[in-house]
């Protein structure tokens, strides 16, 4: 490949003044996705589909809102300028630490009040999501969002990419990394991960899946956002997705560790919430 045949449209779809972004398209299918899942896992483990539903109904809002707040902060000094796009979260710019504590505080507040176990809702939901997070970054690929420093040509050859791929990694000039990639990839292995893991006989105590999954995501975030150029920084200092991922991954570490030897009674994940119900498919 010799030259560059430009950019992939970002446009998937337009019906007359309605344009449809493929960053929506593509968010919006590992949701369904990711739905899906969690409710046929949460079948198996006592958790009624309504209930799955209805926090997702809560927790969709509530987790862009804090994507898109999370980011603008940081951001501050260029949307205190343009304070009309603040709203134009279809253009990109949301911080998926952000989109997690926002759910997180959804999940927490959704199953007190419909007194579920709280981390078995979070631990049918952590594989899901880790699922989805390494869908959606091919929506950050469409917007040529979340790249890295810059490359070579020969260097992107050598991974034996696509050259489609390729050709969406020249960006401002010059062929970038592609960190969306390293962290689709290890998003989706985390996924894998889980998923053959979390039916393991005495493997999981309740909680300890979602911990594993904050550890193994904490983790991979730390490499790929240092190999990034469009951090959020603080102080113009500090990453900030590498300072919440050093302390995401040694506190979830640490949970897992206290809560075994604090509280051994802890159920088991394959124990689920201890209540039947009825379900076409047994």
Request: charged share 15%; glycine share 10%.
């Amino acid at each position: 490949m010799n030259t560059v045949l430009g950019a992939l449209n970002p446009i998937a779809l337009r019906l007359g003044p309605i344009q449809v972004h493929w960053y929506g398209v593509i968010i919006a299918s590992a949701v369904v996705i990711a739905v899906a899942l969690a409710v046929r896992e949460g079948q198996k483990r006592g958790i009624r589909p309504d209930d799955i539903y209805d926090m997702i109904l809560w927790a969709l809002p509530f987790t862009l809102i804090a994507a898109r707040t999370y980011y603008v902060i940081f951001q501050w000094s260029y949307y205190s300028q343009h304070p009309s796009e603040i709203i134009r979260i279809w253009d990109g710019g949301i911080a998926i630490y952000g989109g997690l504590i926002g759910a997180g505080i959804v999940v927490v507040l959704f199953c007190r009040s419909r007194f579920i176990p709280t981390w078995l809702m979070l631990d049918v939901a952590a594989p899901t999501v880790i699922m989805g997070q390494g869908i959606g970054r091919w929506g950050n690929f469409m917007n040529q969002e979340a790249f890295g420093r810059v490359t070579s040509l020969s260097f992107l050859q050598g991974l034996h990419l696509p050259e489609w791929l390729i050709n969406q990694m020249y960006i401002q000039g010059a062929y970038r990394q592609p960190t969306f990639l390293y962290e689709s990839v290890w998003d989706l292995l985390g996924f894998v991960m889980l998923m053959v893991t979390r039916h393991r006989t005495n493997w999981y105590k309740q909680g300890e899946v979602f911990l594993t999954y904050v550890a193994w995501y904490a983790f991979g975030r730390f490499f790929t956002e240092g190999m990034r150029t469009d951090s959020l920084m603080l102080f113009n200092v500090i990453r900030v997705s590498q300072a919440l991922s050093v302390v995401l991954f040694f506190g979830s570490i640490g949970l897992m560790i206290w809560r075994r030897r604090r509280h051994p009674e802890n159920r088991w994940y394959l124990a689920g919430s201890g209540q039947k119900i009825a379900t076409e498919n047994k």
